[in-house]
Protein backbone atom coordinates (compact mmCIF):
# COMPACT_ATOMS: atom_id res chain seq x y z
CA UNK A 1 0.00 0.00 0.00
CA UNK A 2 1.09 3.56 -0.92
CA UNK A 3 1.71 5.76 1.51
CA UNK A 4 2.69 9.32 1.25
CA UNK A 5 3.30 11.79 4.25
CA UNK A 6 3.75 15.49 3.32
CA UNK A 7 5.38 17.91 6.06
CA UNK A 8 6.91 21.54 5.91
CA UNK A 9 3.78 23.69 5.85
CA UNK A 10 2.98 26.85 7.94
CA UNK A 11 2.35 30.28 7.97
CA UNK A 12 4.68 33.12 6.13
CA UNK A 13 4.43 36.61 5.26
CA UNK A 14 4.23 37.55 2.04
CA UNK A 15 7.68 37.06 -0.19
CA UNK A 16 8.62 33.95 1.88
CA UNK A 17 9.69 30.95 1.35
CA UNK A 18 8.87 27.65 2.25
CA UNK A 19 10.49 24.02 1.83
CA UNK A 20 8.01 21.37 1.82
CA UNK A 21 8.95 17.40 1.86
CA UNK A 22 6.67 13.96 0.66
CA UNK A 23 7.90 10.80 2.09
CA UNK A 24 7.10 7.90 0.23
CA UNK A 25 6.34 4.68 1.24
CA UNK A 26 5.13 1.08 0.02
CA UNK A 27 6.45 1.77 -3.52
CA UNK A 28 9.42 1.80 -5.65
CA UNK A 29 10.12 5.25 -5.70
CA UNK A 30 13.03 5.40 -8.21
CA UNK A 31 10.56 4.41 -11.08
CA UNK A 32 7.87 6.44 -10.64
CA UNK A 33 6.86 10.20 -11.55
CA UNK A 34 5.51 12.29 -8.42
CA UNK A 35 3.37 15.54 -8.29
CA UNK A 36 2.85 18.32 -6.56
CA UNK A 37 -0.81 19.51 -6.06
CA UNK A 38 -2.58 22.21 -4.44
CA UNK A 39 -6.20 22.64 -3.06
CA UNK A 40 -7.55 26.38 -2.63
CA UNK A 41 -10.55 25.84 0.01
CA UNK A 42 -13.60 25.16 -1.90
CA UNK A 43 -11.64 23.98 -4.96
CA UNK A 44 -10.60 21.69 -7.02
CA UNK A 45 -6.73 20.07 -6.28
CA UNK A 46 -5.08 22.09 -8.92
CA UNK A 47 -1.08 20.34 -10.27
CA UNK A 48 1.62 22.55 -9.45
CA UNK A 49 4.64 20.75 -10.27
CA UNK A 50 5.65 17.25 -11.81
CA UNK A 51 8.93 15.45 -11.95
CA UNK A 52 9.92 12.54 -13.73
CA UNK A 53 11.81 9.49 -12.12
CA UNK A 54 14.99 10.79 -12.68
CA UNK A 55 14.84 14.05 -11.84
CA UNK A 56 15.74 15.50 -14.81
CA UNK A 57 12.38 16.53 -16.24
CA UNK A 58 9.97 18.93 -14.57
CA UNK A 59 6.85 20.93 -15.30
CA UNK A 60 5.18 23.75 -13.69
CA UNK A 61 2.05 25.29 -13.54
CA UNK A 62 2.11 28.80 -15.00
CA UNK A 63 1.22 30.61 -11.55
CA UNK A 64 4.45 29.17 -10.18
CA UNK A 65 6.91 29.17 -12.61
CA UNK A 66 9.98 30.86 -11.62
CA UNK A 67 9.10 31.19 -7.88
CA UNK A 68 8.79 27.03 -7.36
CA UNK A 69 11.10 24.60 -7.15
CA UNK A 70 10.36 20.39 -7.27
CA UNK A 71 13.14 18.06 -6.59
CA UNK A 72 13.97 14.28 -5.27
CA UNK A 73 15.92 12.42 -3.80
CA UNK A 74 15.61 8.95 -5.00
CA UNK A 75 18.19 7.60 -2.09
CA UNK A 76 15.82 8.66 0.52
CA UNK A 77 12.38 7.84 -1.01
CA UNK A 78 11.37 11.67 -0.77
CA UNK A 79 10.23 14.55 -2.92
CA UNK A 80 10.57 18.05 -2.54
CA UNK A 81 9.00 21.62 -3.03
CA UNK A 82 10.76 24.91 -2.45
CA UNK A 83 8.05 27.77 -2.67
CA UNK A 84 9.92 31.61 -2.64
CA UNK A 85 8.51 34.51 -3.45
CA UNK A 86 5.17 33.32 -1.34
CA UNK A 87 1.98 35.40 -2.09
CA UNK A 88 -1.30 35.10 -0.59
CA UNK A 89 -2.61 33.33 -3.17
CA UNK A 90 -0.29 30.60 -3.13
CA UNK A 91 -2.24 29.70 0.90
CA UNK A 92 -3.72 26.60 0.28
CA UNK A 93 -3.37 22.88 1.11
CA UNK A 94 -0.36 21.37 -0.51
CA UNK A 95 -0.33 17.73 -1.39
CA UNK A 96 2.04 14.88 -3.18
CA UNK A 97 0.76 12.37 -5.30
CA UNK A 98 2.20 9.29 -7.40
CA UNK A 99 0.47 6.60 -9.39
CA UNK A 100 -3.15 7.48 -8.10
CA UNK A 101 -2.58 8.07 -4.11
CA UNK A 102 -2.41 11.47 -2.62
CA UNK A 103 -0.97 12.03 0.48
CA UNK A 104 -3.25 13.76 3.41
CA UNK A 105 -1.28 17.61 2.69
CA UNK A 106 -0.06 19.75 4.74
CA UNK A 107 -1.45 23.55 4.82
CA UNK A 108 0.70 26.78 3.31
CA UNK A 109 -0.83 29.76 4.84
CA UNK A 110 0.35 32.92 3.27
CA UNK A 111 -0.64 36.24 5.46
CA UNK A 112 1.16 39.49 7.02
Known amino acids: EVHLVESGGGLVEPGGSLTLSCVAS????????MTWGHQVAGKDIERVATIDNTGRNKMYRDSVKDRFTVSRDNAKDTMYLKLNSLKSEDTAVYYC?????WGRGTQVTVSS
Open 97 to 101: QVSKS
Open 26 to 33: GITFSIYG
